[in-house]
């Protein structure tokens, strides 16, 4: 029989890894997966931290007992059609969205944010999103809106799609085996909250700092690549 794994109540109890797969099973997994990549509704639900934990609890057999590849194919299934839906209707959309007024579940902010990130990387920002909280949901949204070419969008969506839900899923499967991890559950998920987080710390000192000097995220990043390349090409 397995042993009960504890964890660290990091914010409310819908929010929290654990309660969630216990309650819902592989299917809530599925579902919030699909919401959180591409619904503008799921850009509050647990990513990283949900699919870790997923690994983690199939290593052991508690909650999940189905065999490790056919949860990471359904993740990852799960993943990619999130962005379909999300690409599709930012496209039917259209930039009527960048005109929706905030509401307690939708943010202009975050829509700007996807679009920055999306007008930094380019097509690799559908890749890069899936490891960023909140881009994640946006980007493929951005992208439809940017009318992004769709079959790059499919190949790029597979692409992370599969990066994301098959590899965070296997790291906690594997991890999860180790008797240091199981022992520092609470600490290893609180890193992973950490880790996600840091992007979008960073973005928005840059934002705060840009807002300071009055000029855009965007331009402000332009000014940081041109100081970057100056020192690269310093004479020493």
Known sequence: MPTPTTTLAMGPEFLDPEWLISTFGLLGILAIVFAESGLLIGFFLPGDSLLFTTGLLTSDGQYITYPIWLVCLLITIAAIVGDQVGYLFGRRVGPALFRRPNSRLFKQ????????????????????????????????????????????????????????????????????????????????????????????????LRARMAARRGTTPAEQAALDEAARESQQHRPY
């Open 109 to 204: 902010e975050n829509l700007l944010k996807a679009h920055e990130f999306f007008d930094k990387y380019g097509a690799r920002s559908i890749v890069l999103a899936r490891f960023v909280p909140i881009v994640r949901t946006f980007t493929p949204i951005v992208a439809g809106v940017s009318k992004m070419n769709y079959r790059t969008f499919v190949i790029y969506n597979v692409i992370g799609g599969t990066l994301w839900g098959t590899g965070v899923t296997l790291l906690g499967f594997f991890l999860g085996q180790i008797d240091f991890v199981k022992a520092n559950i609470e600490i290893i998920l609180i890193a992973i909250v950490v880790l996600s987080v840091v992007p979008i710390a960073i973005e928005l």
